[in-house]
C-alpha cells in the first residue's frame, strides 16, 4: 500500500511561483514512476509532469516552467512551478504506480495510488 500526502497549494500571483510536495510511503519510493496531474473546475484530470528511472517529461502547457525532482531520502516528490498563469489554477494531484519502468508515465490510468490534491490559485 502506497499512501500520498500533497502541501504546497495555495494563492499566488501571476508571475509567481510555487513548489508543490508530495510525501510518500513505501519502501522501495526511490524506484516508483511518480506523476503529476492537475484538474480545473469543469474540466477533465490532465497531465502535468511525470518522473521514472528512464528521464522525466511534461505537458507543453508547462514546459520550461514547471520542474518535478524527487528526494529519496525524504520519499517526497516535487513540482516547482515557476511563471504561474491564471489557467494554472487547478487541483493538483501527485500519483504513483509502485512498479519500476523506464518510460514516464503520462496517462493517468498508468498509476495506481493518488493523493488527496492541493489547490492551486494563479491571480491575474
Known amino acids: 500500500q502506497v499512501q500520498l500526502v500533497e502541501s504546497g497549494g495555495g494563492l499566488v500571483q501571476a508571475g509567481g511561483s510555487r513548489r508543490l510536495s508530495c510525501a510518500a510511503s513505501?519502501?522501495?519510493?526511490?524506484?516508483?514512476?511518480m506523476g503529476w496531474f492537475r484538474q480545473a473546475p469543469g474540466k477533465e484530470r490532465e497531465f502535468v509532469a511525470a518522473?521514472?528511472?528512464?528521464?522525466?517529461s511534461y505537458a507543453d502547457s508547462v514546459k520550461g516552467r514547471f520542474t518535478i525532482s524527487r528526494d529519496n531520502a525524504k520519499n517526497t516528490v516535487y513540482l516547482q512551478m515557476n511563471s504561474l498563469k491564471p489557467e494554472d489554477t487547478a487541483a493538483y494531484y501527485c500519483?504513483?504506480?509502485?512498479?519500476?519502468?523506464?518510460?514516464?508515465?503520462?496517462?493517468?490510468?498508468?498509476?495506481?495510488?493518488w493523493g488527496q490534491g492541493t489547490q492551486v490559485t494563479v491571480s491575474s
Open positions: 518522473w521514472s528511472g528512464g528521464g522525466t
Open positions: 513505501g519502501r522501495t519510493f526511490s524506484t516508483y514512476p
Open positions: 500519483a504513483a504506480r509502485p512498479k519500476p519502468i523506464a518510460t514516464p508515465i503520462t496517462r493517468a490510468g498508468g498509476y495506481d495510488y
